[in-house]
């Protein structure tokens, strides 16, 4: 049986592995309901690792596309009308980069400001957020960030993060279900560079938030080269 896929372009694989699978389920080359190929059939049909096709089904789990069943293999969907999601978008693109870049610009200052303007009180209830029991851990990272920018009091920037609001909120969910267990982790060191009362610090500690995120990311996005970090 001859091959129906592409040869994939070196440079982005994820990108490309991910719009020929889509392509092939809009075109009905997969049905609702069906099993995908396996990875390691998927990993030949494109060439590529099984790393790359297992973050790219992982990718297409979170979205809705499919819908991994532990020891029985990934199942197609239904998929509305509307797609393309969220994840496709952001991976078959550079929003991605672009949207990582200007929440480092905008969070690091608004955790620079937070500490130098926030209250004891206010930092405790800052806090107090990453104690809670019974949220989720999106809920947690959410509030989170929201909290720091409010911290900042400073309007302009407030209302600048807030128009950001959608993009950010968009990369923010792909970065979750990759990085849920770490993603609580950076949060905390921001929170204790923040009780630090040391601005540059709280800065810093936001900036390196972003950029760990980047270096989990940015072989994705070969093509961005050193963009991402600033």
């Known amino acids: ?4 896929f592409k040869p994939i372009n070196r440079v982005n694989l994820h990108s490309e592995v991910m719009q020929q699978i889509t392509a092939a389920i809009r075109s009905g080359q997969w049905q609702p309901g069906s099993r995908l190929p396996g990875e390691i059939a998927l990993a030949e049909m494109f060439q590529v690792s099984r790393t790359c096709i297992r973050e790219v089904l992982k990718a297409l789990a979170y979205s809705g596309v499919v819908e991994s069943r532990s020891g029985v293999g990934t199942f197609l969907r239904e998929i509305p009308s509307e797609e393309p999601s969220l994840v496709m978008d952001l991976l078959s693109s550079s929003d991605y980069v672009d949207v990582l870049e200007m929440r480092k610009l905008l969070e ?3 955790a620079y400001w937070a500490t130098e303007r926030a209250t004891p009180e ?11 029991d019974g949220w989720t851990l999106k809920e947690i990272h959410t509030a989170f960030h929201d909290r720091v920018t409010a911290l900042s009091k400073n309007p302009v920037l407030i209302h600048m993060l807030t128009e950001f609001q959608e993009q950010f909120k968009k990369q923010r969910e792909l970065n979750f279900v990759i990085l849920p267990d770490e993603d609580r982790l950076e949060h905390w060191k921001v929170m204790e560079a923040i009780k630090s009362g040391s601005p540059a610090k709280a800065r810093k500690a936001m900036h390196q938030h972003i950029d760990y995120i980047w270096k989990k990311f940015a072989h994705l996005f070969p093509e961005q080269g050193g963009r991402g970090k600033m």
């Open 1 to 4: 049986m001859s091959n129906p």
């Open 108 to 110: 690091g200052q608004a």
């Open 122 to 132: 206010e930092i405790a209830e800052l806090e107090k957020i990453l104690r809670q």
